[in-house]
């Protein structure tokens, strides 16, 4: 569930440097169809930016934020799972450099952090843990898109490009943080409440404890999160150390 996240951000699943990793990128539909769809995505979290500055210039505190783009926050978001789809049903093969798996894995975190959480629990929506992922979903999604529509029309700024693999050393931890720290706030009052949790007896003798749950989630940061940011890392070296020897032949 990290990065977003985790600020964090995704694994590196662009679709840049695709026709390097299979013998036949998507055709001319497909690649006019992922070039709306980030235009789109882009475009919706520049909105949730613009709505967090608005709304923080009008209170004059960062405080409960969360109110004020909680509606497209939870739109655009959810607007990940067609990512997620697209990605592993259609178009993994060749396209996808990281693991499936780490992939799947933060796409479906934010989503649950979104819904699961925040959305559930109430009394979390004016933790400043909330605001804290949600500038780090923000600003990575804004240029993640950004740079998967460059690379999909052939006209990746280096800009782009080195905000994608530098920024997430901040960002990444940044979501994290925030990710967790709402989790851990929501326990208290899923235990209270006994939220989505199942008791015995019942007639699918079957019991679920919500609230175990949450923790089990906040301990599977602890092997997937440093996977995702070695990756990155080491994404960043190869990416950006290849542009850098580019640049000095030409």
Known sequence: MAAAGSGGSRADNGYGGQ??????????????YLVIYNVVMTAGWLVIAVGLVRAYLAKGSYHSLYYSIEKPLKFFQTGALLEEYLLIAEYLPGIVPSSVVLTAFQVMSRVFLTWAVTHSVKEVQTEDSVLLFVVAWTITEIIRYSFYTFSLLNHLPYLIKWARYTLFIVLYPMGVSGELLTIYAALPFVRQSGLYSISLPNKYNFSFDYYTFLILVMISYIPIFPQLYFHMLHQRRKVLSHTEEHKKSE
């Open 19 to 32: 026709q390097a990793r299979r013998r036949k990128g998507p055709g001319a539909l497909a690649t006019g």
